[in-house]
T-cell receptor, first 114, second 115 residues
Framework: AQSVTQLDSHVSVSEGTPVLLRCNYS??????LFWYVQHPNKGLQLLLK??????LVKGINGFEAEFKKSETSFHLTKPSAHMSDAAEYFC????????????FGKGTKLSVKP | DAGVTQSPTHLIKTRGQHVTLRCSPI?????VSWYQQVLGQGPQFIFQ???????GRGNFPDRFSARQFPNYSSELNVNALLLGDSALYLC??????????????FGPGTRLTVT
């Protein structure tokens, strides 16, 4: 069965410093992995996706993630945090196939200090 | 282009009542999925519909049901509401069901409060 584990429920960084949000996955076959962001009182927005092409995936707003099969990880990074990055981030794996539903992690709340 | 739209935005119901939530997908998208997001948790999959047929069902009781219409819009129905049904209900649309690159676009959600 597919699952994702977000290793930190809350991450706090200072503006201008790097961001690292950690995610491990479990999948019986090559997964499709995503990172979504949810700002307060807003819907979910897709940041980036991995679908077995390049292992380093670039997304919107300067975010990127690296798929590491040997470590079953898909960590999200950004070189320099902005205040506007403060939000909830979800690591997601797709069941795929005929169902194609998404399985979400519990989320990591990112706080950015001035 | 219009994104995924959901109605109503907010809803307050009493225990035991019935509720219907509505979703309109992005134009051209044929698949709609429903998710429940309880406060402080990630969204949980409820249903997926593609071409008016149910393609997937999450671990939710039979009080939850859904359908998709010929114009690909969808309704989520919940009967005999419980306090624990209070949550943000999210609708997502995609071009197709499953597939190698499965990308879903989410609406803003309907906030349901059961008192």
């Amino acid at each position: 069965a597919q699952s994702v584990t977000q290793l930190d429920s809350h991450v706090s960084v200072s503006e201008g410093t790097p961001v690292l949000l950690r995610c491990n996955y479990s999948s019986s076959y090559s997964p499709s992995l995503f990172w979504y962001v949810q700002h307060p009182n807003k819907g979910l927005q897709l940041l980036l996706k991995y679908t077995s092409a390049a292992t380093l995936v670039k997304g919107i707003n300067g975010f990127e993630a690296e798929f590491k099969k040997s470590e079953t990880s898909f960590h999200l990074t950004k070189p320099s945090a902005h205040m506007s990055d403060a939000a909830e981030y979800f690591c997601v794996v797709s069941v795929g196939g005929s169902q194609g539903n998404l399985i979400f992690g519990k989320g990591t709340k990112l706080s950015v200090k001035p | 282009d219009a994104g995924v739209t959901q109605s109503p935005t907010h809803l307050i119901k009493t225990r035991g009542q019935h509720v219907t939530l509505r979703c309109s997908p992005i134009s051209g998208h044929k698949s709609v999925s429903w998710y429940q997001q309880v406060l402080g948790q990630g969204p949980q999959f409820i249903f997926q519909y593609y071409e008016k047929e149910e393609r997937g069902r999450g671990n939710f009781p039979d009080r939850f049901s859904a359908r998709q219409f010929p114009n690909y819009s969808s309704e989520l129905n919940v009967n005999a509401l419980l306090l624990g049904d209070s949550a943000l209900y999210l609708c997502a649309s995609s071009l197709a069901s499953g597939g190698f690159s499965y990308e879903q676009y989410f609406g803003p959600g309907t906030r349901l409060t059961v008192t």
